[in-house]
């Protein structure tokens, strides 16, 4: 064997050896720290050994904490990590003697021998490390840019609110998606250039150098970032630092899994720099141009033909049955037409009818023609799935935080402990924050609530009638009958029917002492309270009935000790805002009946209404400044609906990648049809070859016609998505109000995430095509013209 054929000789027995020696060690070493109780030491070690910071000396590491950690009387567990060690070392040894080189043969040089090696062969280097500095720092630098900038455009006020707001500020303050937004497309324009200027620099993809680059630093900041969710060292010291971008992870319920799918976006942004250079340079120069191989794709595939875009329309918009059964009528009918007059043609001229039967059969569609449609077609389908999909989620979504903000205020400004007193001079500073368009005091507290019908327990909050307006809808949603007016003036409540036929029979009783009618005092004005329409069915009352609010707390005292305080107040209005646990648990009264009920001198705080709902968490902050800071504190609506939301937004992002998978599944169709084209275009890629056309001229082609797969499925799969929703939307699919608290299906349709359906399916496509593409550059001229 020629010392170039060198090959290498695995000695089985001793690999299986070796690794059942090494799974020994291995259960010995588990047992030993199992024993010690110094797991949670050892995990770090081995995690870091297991990425790649540390290598051997970090199992040495983590085998000496272990061992340090033994108590003095475990001289067993002490033997058991020493023999583990060594055990587990000597079937690495054996695993290492296992795998040898093959002798080399004694064979004399061949004829060739000293003549110039194939250039492609030359050129070629195992191993670049400016390639790996440019991948490995690329996604580093890209980490960094994100946390960097993220932190910088979301922090901050306004320099306009004067000195001690504009001494504490910083920063551009962006809201903080808009801000991560800016940050990740910058942070995802670094990978990509870094991944551009390494494969430029090697002329090919480098998988090696990329692989390295990503495990030893890409992998640290998003493992620093998820450990510092559970450890409070790192919490303590990093937390206060990237508490905006904590906050925006936090938004999908789960940090953690918001840093990996930014980590994976990253690589994304890396892996596509990476084949974009490659492409670009893999002649020895930059070449961009796109002109020729663009012809050659379409001439290829012909995606873009109307009766494949037609046919793939139809089939989204009306199902694959309906579609199928009109085109088998129409290609039977022509085929039938077609042979008659071949036929025909054939009784006169049997040349000219064998002429025209050849010319009939290139018409008929092939394989390759086939796959590409189905493959079009299954682009179209998971684009149209997901855009349906997410809007609908979208419109519960919305209708759902309408009926929160419309009931809640966008934020909520009070003490971290006690009431606001002075609630009035800290509306007059409040008023002076840019973004707040209208505040409005409150008192809130917890009551029982009872009539002649049912008692239950309910949220009673005081309001200021002639402000509330201003932050909720409360004033749009009190049902015909009420007004919420009468808070303030309660002798305008027209009494119910039951307590005018009450007043009636009190009205005509005789008096038992001088046997005369006599009129009953005049009635108590009592103070007026607005229900929910769920409570107002469960306590049985309408506008005007009395029920009684008893407090536990402030209680007084009684003759047998102390009892709950009570009060009795009269419906003076039902609202309904469409949320059950609104309608159901919270009651309204005047704010200065809540103050001489609940003895507070002021109010618990302040509700705000902000100009824009997506940066209260910043205004809400800059309150917080002019305020002076501690003890006042305020809350977004985001912060104080958290759980809910932030289910909603993971609910979304689960059903969106599952949805994903649709397209994942026709990429694997795209990976076939452009494979099927590389197997029936291989003597025209040797031609192209040899004619001069580079490597990176055959990926372009191949890419080119992947990419016009999923353009024509994405485009397909937009329009027929937008118009499914446009008839869910405007024809409606109508529900039970009773259950769903909606009369029909909610639609939204949002532009950045409709867009995003597409551009996933576009990426899907291209990294699909990516393998196939390759494979086709690796054709050698000779190999594909010596069969012809």
Not at 331 to 339: D, H, N, W
Not at 419 to 433: A, C, E, N, S
Not at 515 to 539: C, D, M, N, Q, Y
Not at 770 to 785: C, F, N, Q, R, T
Request: net charge neutral; with cysteine.
């Amino acid at each position: 064997m020629h010392p170039a054929e060198r090959q290498t000789d695995y000695r089985w027995p001793l690999l299986w050896a070796g690794a059942l020696v090494a799974l020994v060690g291995a259960i010995l070493l588990g047992v030993a720290i199992s024993e010690s109780e110094a797991w949670a030491e050892v995990a770090g070690a081995l995690g870091l050994s297991f990425v790649g910071w540390g290598g051997l000396v970090q199992s040495f590491d983590a085998g000496a904490l272990a061992l340090g950690a033994q108590k003095a009387s475990a001289v067993a567990g002490a033997k058991t990590l020493v023999a583990g060690t060594l055990v587990w070392l000597a079937g690495w040894g054996l695993i290492a003697a296992g795998i040898r080189r093959a002798p080399a043969s004694g064979e004399g040089p061949s004829p060739a021998a000293g003549a110039p090696l194939y250039p492609r062969l030359a050129r070629y280097r195992d191993f670049y490390w400016s390639t790996l500095g440019a991948y490995g720092g690329g996604i580093l630098l890209a980490e960094l840019a994100l946390l960097l900038l993220q932190t910088v455009l979301s922090s901050g006020v306004p320099s306009d609110l004067g000195g001690a707001a504009r001494e504490s500020s910083g920063g551009l303050s962006l809201p903080p998606t808009i801000a991560f937004a800016i940050a990740f497309i910058i942070s995802m324009g670094v990978a990509f250039a870094s991944g551009f200027v390494g494969a430029s620099r090697a002329q090919r993809l480098s998988f090696p150098e990329a692989t390295i680059g990503v495990f030893y630093l890409g992998l640290p900041v998003p493992i620093l970032l998820s450990l510092m969710e559970r450890v409070p060292s790192l919490q303590l010291a990093l937390g206060y630092r990237l508490r905006e971008v904590t906050y925006v992870a936090g938004l999908i319920g789960r940090p953690e899994l918001a840093y990996w799918l930014v980590f994976a976006a990253l690589v994304l942004a890396l892996v596509l720099g990476i084949n974009t250079g490659f492409i670009a340079a893999g002649s020895g120069r930059v070449d961009l141009r796109l002109g020729f191989e663009l012809f050659v794709a379409r001439r290829h595939v012909a995606v873009f033909r109307p009766s494949l875009l037609l046919g793939a329309l139809a089939v989204l918009m009306f199902g694959i049955i309906p579609p199928l059964i009109v085109y088998f009528i129409i290609r039977g009918a022509e085929a039938a037409v077609e042979r008659t007059r071949v036929r025909a043609l054939g009784m006169a001229d049997p040349l000219a009818a064998a002429s025209a039967q050849h010319r009939m059969k290139l018409h008929e569609q092939s394989p390759t023609m086939m796959m590409t449609a189905l493959s079009v077609g299954g682009v179209g389908v998971g684009v149209m799935a997901l855009i349906i999909v997410l809007s609908v989620m979208s419109g519960f979504e919305a209708d759902l935080q309408q009926k929160i903000l419309g009931t809640n205020a966008h934020a909520v400004v009070s003490r971290y402990a006690g009431d606001l007193p002075d609630y009035d001079k800290v509306m007059t500073q409040v008023k002076r924050v840019p973004g707040v368009v209208g505040q409005t005091p409150f008192i809130i507290n917890q009551v029982m609530i009872a009539s002649e019908g049912n008692v239950d327990g309910v949220i009673i909050k005081g309001i200021d009638p002639k402000t509330v307006g201003s932050v909720t809808d409360l004033p749009q949603n009190i049902l015909p009958g009420g007004d919420l007016g009468h808070l303030e003036q309660p002798a305008k409540i027209l009494p119910s029917s039951a307590v005018e036929d009450g007043d009636k029979k009190d009205a005509e009783e005789e008096d038992p002492i001088i046997g005369k009618p006599s009129k009953p005092a005049k009635p108590t004005v009592l103070p007026g309270i607005i229900i929910g329409r769920e409570l107002a069915a469960s306590l049985r009352v309408v506008v005007g009935d009395r029920v009684n609010v008893v407090s536990p707390l402030g209680t007084e005292l009684g003759p047998s000790g102390p009892i709950p305080k009570s009060r009795a107040f009269r419906v003076a209005g039902v609202f309904y805002s469409g949320m059950y646990e609104y309608d159901s648990k919270f009651v309204y009264i005047l704010l200065k009946e809540a103050q001489d009920f609940f003895a507070v001198k002021g109010a618990t705080g302040i509700e705000l209404k902000v100009a824009d709902i997506d940066d209260a968490r910043r205004i809400a902050n800059q309150v917080v400044r002019v305020l002076g800071g501690y003890p006042y504190r305020a809350r977004d609506w985001g912060e104080m609906n958290k759980n809910l939301f932030s289910a909603l937004r993971l609910e979304k992002l689960v059903m969106g990648i599952i949805l994903s998978i649709i397209i994942i599944v026709a990429a694997g169709l795209i990976v076939a049809t452009v494979i099927m084209l590389v197997l029936e275009k291989r003597k025209e890629i040797s031609v192209l070859k040899a004619l001069g056309v580079p490597d990176g001229g055959i990926v372009k082609i191949f890419l080119a016609e992947g990419l016009q797969i999923g353009v024509a499925g994405g485009f397909l799969g937009l329009f027929s998505g937008l118009a499914w929703c446009l008839f869910i939307e405007k024809v409606g699919i109508k529900l039970d109000p009773e259950v769903y608290y909606i009369p029909a299906l909610p639609v939204r349709i949002e532009p950045v995430q409709t867009a995003l359906a597409v551009v996933i399916a576009v990426l899907v496509t291209y990294l699909a095509s990516i393998y196939p593409a390759l494979k086709a550059s690796s054709v050698e001229p000779v190999e594909g013209l010596k069969a012809e």
